[in-house]
């Protein structure tokens, strides 16, 4: 089926591990995005890429990797998990266009709990 | 950069009763305007969208919101709760460089 997909739905990881957080969509969207979702806090940017080897910072970019070496495919990394990065990760995408075409569509989103 | 602010952190409303959710942002241009709107344990889904045009926007589940340019605001609407509707909901202001800002969130408890 067409759409966007986060995998895993569920993670629990230790403080210290390298985790990797995959998104995946079907539609050739030129940009991609990682927000996290925290209490009292909303969605922050982390990351986003308006291209294949183009990424850039959010918002919230410290401890967290990003690559995009295929459009379809946009990996969020955590080099050295924190408990700080307990949190709902969501991935977005949206395709190039203005008025009725700009707007996102999101993943159902990673929660990561860091222990 | 644009920001956006969600005054209230949670509405308590009794089904069949109307719901206003304030929503204001801050951005010098025109800017796009969404709701959407999160179940538990789900992802986020689009409710409606300003961009140009009538400032009255309709939206899915019989949702609706007006901006207001002289009061920055986006606020949102729906004249008869249903139970079902009992979730968060987010405004995000975006200027149009594809970057969405989000405000806090407002959760919705419906009562019998």
């Known amino acids: 089926d067409a759409g966007i997909t986060q995998s895993p739905r569920y993670k629990i990881t230790e403080t210290g591990r390298q985790v990797t957080l995959m998104c995946h969509q079907t539609w050739s969207h030129s940009y991609m995005f990682w927000y996290r979702q925290d209490l009292g806090h909303g969605l922050r940017l982390i990351y986003y890429?308006?291209?294949?080897?183009?990424?850039d910072k959010g918002e919230v970019p410290d401890g967290y990797v990003v690559s995009r070496s295929k459009t379809e495919n946009f990996p969020l990394t955590l080099e050295s998990a924190t408990r700080s990065q307990t949190s709902v990760y969501f991935c977005?995408?949206?395709?190039?266009?203005?008025?009725?075409?700009?707007?996102?569509?999101f993943g159902s989103g990673t929660r990561l709990t860091v222990v | 950069a644009q920001s956006v602010t969600q005054p209230d952190i949670h509405i308590t409303v009794s089904e069949g009763a109307s719901l206003e959710l304030r929503c204001n942002y801050s951005y010098g241009a025109t800017p796009y305007l969404f709701w959407y709107v999160q179940s538990p344990g789900q992802g986020l889904q689009l409710l409606l969208k300003?961009?140009?045009?009538?400032?009255l926007v309709q939206g899915i589940k019989g949702f609706e919101a007006e901006f207001k340019r002289s009061q920055s605001s986006f606020n949102l609407r729906k004249p008869s709760v249903h139970w079902s509707d009992a979730a968060e909901y987010f405004c995000a202001v975006g200027a149009g460089d594809y970057k969405l800002s989000f405000g806090a969130g407002t959760t919705v408890t419906v009562r019998a």
């Open positions: 300003y961009f140009s045009g009538d400032t």
């Open positions: 890429s308006a291209a294949a080897d183009i990424t």
């Open positions: 977005a995408s949206s395709r190039i266009g203005t008025g009725e075409n700009y707007g996102y569509t």
